[in-house]
């Protein structure tokens, strides 16, 4: 009798687990945050087309103005670089996307401010070289947000 009790609490977390990766999976699907990355991966310069890119959308929300620096820029730009490598299907302004959600949904959910780039780093490194084009991460990212908010 102890042993299916335990049965049923084991299958009812594994259920409520895979119930929030879906729900996870879908909330990245649906996210809206910085996108339209139309420049190069250049950000050598300051020209106007710098300015629509992911990397430069993403580091001026970091820092919460227009201006962010040429460093910080070239830091989300390497980090998208590793990511759009790993997971060739979403492009740079999708993986963007999944970093700035998952920054706003921790925050919701946990009261925290974590920042872009420790979140875009926490992807890249939870994905192996090796399975390039196999892992979608907007499934990693939901999982990370997942068990994040789940720390106590």
């Not at 729900?23 to 699907?29: E, T, V």
Request: proline share 3%.
């Amino acid at each position: 009798m102890a042993k299916s009790k335990k049965q049923n609490s084991s299958a009812s977390a594994l259920l409520l687990i895979i119930i929030i990766l879906i729900f996870g999976i879908w909330a990245f699907s649906k996210c809206s945050g910085p996108s339209s990355d139309t420049s190069s991966n250049d950000t050598s310069s300051t020209d106007t087309s710098q300015t629509a890119s992911t990397a430069f959308k993403l580091a001026s929300l970091e820092i919460g103005h227009n201006d962010p620096s040429q460093d910080l820029v070239k830091q989300f730009d390497d980090i998208l670089d590793k990511l759009e490598k790993k997971c060739p299907d979403e492009d740079r302004s999708l993986l963007g996307n999944y970093i700035f959600k998952a920054q706003t949904m921790i925050a919701e959910q946990k009261g925290e401010n974590l920042s872009m780039i420790t979140i875009g780093n926490a992807l890249d490194e939870s994905i192996p070289e090796e399975t390039a084009g196999v892992v979608s991460c907007a499934e990693i990212m939901a999982v990370f947000v997942t068990l994040y908010n789940a720390q106590q």
